[in-house]
């Protein structure tokens, strides 16, 4: 897939929006500039996991397996 994009006279250059919508960049996704004899690189840097937790204290019963969920109890 290719497209044409112009570089406007403050040296930015707008993704085309096929591009954004299939490898969806949202705006604020941070990209790293490389140059490979004389290609221009842009990757997209990850984003730090986040580990959510539930305040909900969970029991036994969340816990069971199929069968005692099934058919109760041992």
Same mark, same amino acid.
């Given at each position: 897939?290719?497209?044409?994009?112009?570089?406007?006279?403050?040296?930015?250059? !707008?993704?085309?929006?096929?591009?954004?919508?299939?490898?969806?960049?949202?705006? *604020?996704?941070e990209f790293t500039v490389e140059e490979d004899e004389g290609v221009l690189l842009? $990757? $997209?840097? !990850?984003?730090?996991?986040?580990?959510?937790?539930?305040?909900?204290?969970?029991?036994?019963?969340?816990?069971?397996?199929? *069968?005692?969920? !099934?058919? *109760? *109890? $041992?």
């Amino acid at each position: 897939m290719a497209s044409t994009a112009e570089i406007d006279d403050r040296g930015r250059i !707008t993704i085309p929006r096929e591009f954004r919508e299939r490898l969806q960049i949202r705006p *604020g996704d941070e990209f790293t500039v490389e140059e490979d004899e004389g290609v221009l690189l842009l $990757r $997209r840097k !990850t984003r730090p996991t986040r580990k959510i937790r539930s305040s909900r204290n969970w029991d036994r019963e969340a816990f069971l397996d199929a *069968g005692e969920a !099934t058919f *109760g *109890g $041992r």
